[in-house]
């Protein structure tokens, strides 16, 4: 059974940090190109940053690059979203994703994981 596994969001005031997990199971995890998007309300679901099967190349959305990093740990079987001097504008419900091929949509979705960023 397929498992993504968030972790990690919560509520920040502008400027702080919070770090993202995402546990996956059910599948060869280091053979997957990984993902995080976030969807706030009434917008489109968007990809904020990808991190390839062996974590050679990385890429970020123009939004947050600079800010947040993108990791994985394929010992752990996880990915991170390290996010940095946050904002306003960050508040959306984070998931991950993973998919067998850069070529292809994502396979697998996790259930999401809420940040709110608020003074």
Not at 37 to 66: K, L
Not at 88 to 115: F, H, I, N, P
Request: charged letters at 20%; a neutral charge; aromatic letters at 10%.
């Amino acid at each position: 059974q397929v498992q993504l596994v968030e972790s990690g969001g919560g509520l920040a005031q502008p400027g702080e940090s919070l770090r993202l997990s995402c546990a996956a199971s059910g599948f060869t995890f280091s053979h997957y190109h990984m993902s995080w998007y976030r969807q706030a309300p009434g917008e489109d679901r968007d990809r904020v940053a990808s991190i390839s099967d062996t974590g050679a190349t990385i890429r970020y959305a123009a939004s947050v690059r600079g800010r947040f990093t993108i990791s994985r740990d394929n010992d752990k079987n996880s990915v991170y979203l390290q996010m940095n001097t946050l904002k306003l504008e960050d508040t959306a419900m984070y998931y991950c994703a993973a998919r067998s091929s850069v070529l292809t949509s994502e396979d697998y979705w996790g259930q999401g994981t809420q940040v709110t960023v608020s003074s």
